[in-house]
């Protein structure tokens, strides 16, 4: 069975969703993993639970907020003091995702959904990072975040591939807008794009913690919620409001429990609370989408689909809002926190090749300076976690085809090229002698070149 896999990445994680290529659907295999990355010494790079087990207990180097960093020349700084560059720290979260999700199997193709702000050289970075990573070999295409969602409704059914829509990714530190045109038979492309800071699920879930702690406030260790005596009790306050906020997608009303250092204290919310809270960040987002409306009808285009993906996309105000204010359709594809890394898995799927998933070999260099920053030059290390499988072929022929066809037709253009020189040298020896030359009779565009006959 052939694995086709695409990776979502977003400002905070990198999301992955397996497809079977045989079957061309998408399975339930997924995993999420933060934007945290911790290099262990004589382990290599961990992600997922193994980094933040890591990071807790302070071993290794452990990297955040590098996610958004591909393409800057500025190193990130790890809590050891060493600097990594931000797309090398990327390229390593990917190739640990790729470790978990198909570890010595038969990976066609991967595909990559990136931010739609990005340009030919964050692009072109992280290619070049990924060339030490699991990912060496494999066949990658890097497509932009709202065309994979838009992808992924066209294949749920919810909308036509001609029809031209405006996504609203609602990530957890912001909300990317972006318009997708249709085409004949496929997703057209990025037309423009924006993006807010006001909308995310972060936001709303500080927002929600905070009326929730403002209820208890008199019970507190400390009357500032700043005070670092409430520190614990405010970050479990907010991982409850999470849930909470969740929850009331579903249902009415939730209820949070504050641990106080001596006892409990149940605090409900009800729906009505949480929307008087959200209203103001969900208008900012819709203020990104009006812009893009605005613009699409400034340039004679018609959106048929307002397309939501993210978490706090099934949130019924966000739906109710944008139903008031346009009369376009809106759609949620199912799953839409996943939206974007199942577009993408479907675009492996269409351009899979095969080919398999290998252990790394020792032997490649390690970082280089962070100081002298060489952008098409990948600096990532080589995890050193996986074992060489002895079933898995080690040829290069049998372990990266695409490379040796690269290899095999960059040898036949060099030999080409030689043959070429060493009959021109013969021709213009064998005119120099006033000798006819075979090559001239049989190729006109030779005889034009013919130095002139004398006698």
Same mark, same amino acid.
């Given at each position: 069975m052939?694995l ?10 990198? $999301?992955?969703v ?17 934007a ?6 004589e ?8 980094a933040?087990r ?9 990297? =955040?907020?590098?996610?958004? =960093?591909?393409?800057?020349p500025?190193?990130v ?11 090398d ?5 990917i190739g640990?995702?790729?470790?978990k ?28 990072? /990924? ?13 932009? $975040?709202?065309?994979?969602a ?9 909308m036509?591939?001609?029809?031209t ?6 990530c ?6 972006a ?13 423009a ?6 909308l995310g699920?972060?936001a ?5 913690? +905070? ?6 406030r ?8 700043q ?23 579903r ?5 949070v ?10 605090? +409900?919310?009800?729906?009505a ?12 987002g ?13 340039n ?7 397309? /939501? ?6 949130t ?11 009369s376009?359709?809106v759609?949620?594809p199912?799953?839409?926190e996943w939206a ?10 269409? +351009? ?11 032997? +490649?260099?390690?970082v ?27 040829? $290069? ?6 490379a ?18 060493i009959q021109?040298?013969a021709?213009?020896?064998?005119d120099s ?14 005889? $034009? ?6 006698g």
């Amino acid at each position: 069975m052939s694995l086709c896999v695409g990776v979502a990445l977003s400002g905070d994680s990198v $999301s992955a969703v397996a497809a079977d290529e045989s079957t061309r659907a998408s399975t339930p295999d997924r995993v999420s993993v933060p934007a945290l990355l911790v290099i262990a010494p004589e382990v290599g790079a961990l992600v997922g639970p193994q980094a933040e087990r890591c990071a807790a207990s302070g071993v290794g180097a452990v990297f =955040r907020d590098f996610a958004d =960093r591909v393409g800057d020349p500025v190193p990130v700084v790890g809590s050891d003091g060493s600097c990594r560059l931000g797309a090398d720290l990327l390229a390593m979260t990917i190739g640990g995702v790729l470790r978990k999700h198909a570890a010595g199997s038969n990976l066609a193709h991967l595909a990559i959904a990136h931010p739609s702000d990005w340009g030919p050289y964050e692009l072109s970075v992280l290619r070049s990072a /990924l060339t030490c990573t699991e990912a060496e070999g494999i066949p990658t295409s890097l497509v932009s $975040s709202p065309i994979a969602a838009a992808i992924t409704a066209v294949g749920v059914g919810m909308m036509n591939s001609s029809e031209t829509a405006i996504v609203a990714d609602i990530c957890n530190q912001g909300t990317e807008v972006a318009l997708v045109t249709g085409a004949a038979n496929h997703v057209g492309r990025l037309v423009a794009a924006s993006r807010t800071d006001d909308l995310g699920s972060a936001a709303l879930d500080r927002a929600l913690a +905070r009326h929730v702690l403002e209820q208890v406030r008199g019970q507190l260790p400390a009357s500032d919620l700043q005070d670092f005596a409430n520190r614990g009790i405010v970050r479990d306050v907010v991982a409850a409001s999470r849930l909470a906020r969740q929850d009331l997608v579903r249902h009415t009303s939730a209820v949070v429990d504050v641990r106080l250092p001596a006892h409990s204290v149940p605090v +409900r919310i009800v729906r009505a609370e949480f929307e008087s809270l959200a209203r103001e960040p969900i208008h900012a987002g819709l203020s990104s989408i009006a812009h893009l409306m605005d613009y699409a009808h400034d340039n004679g285009i018609e959106v048929s689909a307002i397309v /939501l993906t993210g978490e706090v996309a099934r949130t019924p105000l966000l739906t109710e809002l944008i139903s008031a204010q346009w009369s376009t359709r809106v759609v949620i594809p199912p799953s839409p926190e996943w939206a974007t890394a199942s577009g993408t898995a479907h675009i492996a799927v269409g +351009r899979s090749q095969p080919g398999l998933i290998t252990p790394l070999s020792p032997e +490649r260099p390690n970082v280089s300076n962070p100081a002298r920053p060489q952008p098409v030059q990948s600096r990532a290390d080589r995890p050193q976690l996986l074992r060489r499988d002895p079933k898995i072929p080690t040829s $290069s022929s049998q372990a990266r085809p695409a490379a040796s066809g690269v290899q095999a037709a960059a040898s036949e253009r060099k030999w080409t090229l030689r043959w070429g020189a060493i009959q021109l040298t013969a021709a213009l020896i064998s005119d120099s002698h006033g000798e006819p030359s075979d090559h001239h009779d049989r190729s006109p565009s030779w005889r $034009s070149r013919a130095v002139p006959r004398h006698g």
